[in-house]
């Protein structure tokens, strides 16, 4: 018997329960058949026999500065917004509102409780189909070990409200002066024009 590739198995597992795969091709190489990473996110609430097979991310047993309940959540946030800030989802590669943006000056604040996380000369273009940051602002983004679906990563959330971002990848080989890679959905952010995080924040957009 001859069993399916494990792309495809990835691909099946984000249309039925919400998780998404970054397939990411080896450098130099065409981008049809050769990858040499496959990273599953973690958001399936609509099939909790398989969320149950695994285990959760140590950010749950945290708290926060802003200590707001759910109901509280639901009552700011749309509902995109809450399952991936605060049940951990992820959205579908290349369809963010800021993967491809790039702009020259400004900050990305949390899209749940507006913490300055990132600054505009953070980021840099991956082709990994969401934004990525090479940096944070000090302080502003809390790590954790993240177990589900039976492999190690960790995990990056907010450490004002721990409202979960994405994930941090090292090692890639990017040229950037950290050669890390927070891979964070665009949902979870908004930009705002001002380059002082301390400044109240600008306009946002």
């Not at 190489?29 to 990273?39: G, Q």
């Not at 900050?107 to 000369?121: E, I, Q, R, S």
Request: proline letters at 7%; one cysteine or more.
């Amino acid at each position: 018997m001859r069993f399916p590739s494990f792309p495809n198995i990835v691909r099946t597992l984000y249309t039925l329960g919400n998780a998404t795969a970054r397939l990411q091709p080896l450098r130099g190489t065409s981008n049809v058949s050769l990858f040499h990473r496959a990273t599953v996110y973690r958001s399936m609430p609509s099939i909790p026999l398989l969320g149950s097979l695994f285990s959760t991310s140590s950010s749950e047993k945290m708290s926060y500065p802003d200590g707001r309940s759910d109901d509280e959540w639901q009552a700011v946030l749309n509902k995109e917004q809450f399952r991936v800030l605060r049940e951990k989802g992820t959205e579908a590669p290349f369809a963010g509102e800021y993967d491809k943006h790039q702009p020259t000056s400004g900050v990305y604040t949390c899209a749940g409780c507006n913490a300055p996380l990132y600054k505009a000369d953070h980021k840099f273009k991956s082709g990994c189909g969401w934004p990525a940051y090479f940096d944070s602002i000090p302080g502003a983004v809390t790590r954790h070990t993240d177990r589900t679906f039976g492999m190690e990563r960790t995990e990056i959330v907010c450490s004002n409200c721990g409202g979960h971002l994405g994930h941090v990848f090292k090692g890639e080989g990017y040229p950037t002066p950290t050669d890390e890679r927070h891979c964070v959905n665009s949902i979870s952010l908004k930009f705002h024009d001002k380059d002082d995080p301390s400044a109240g924040i600008g306009q946002a957009k």
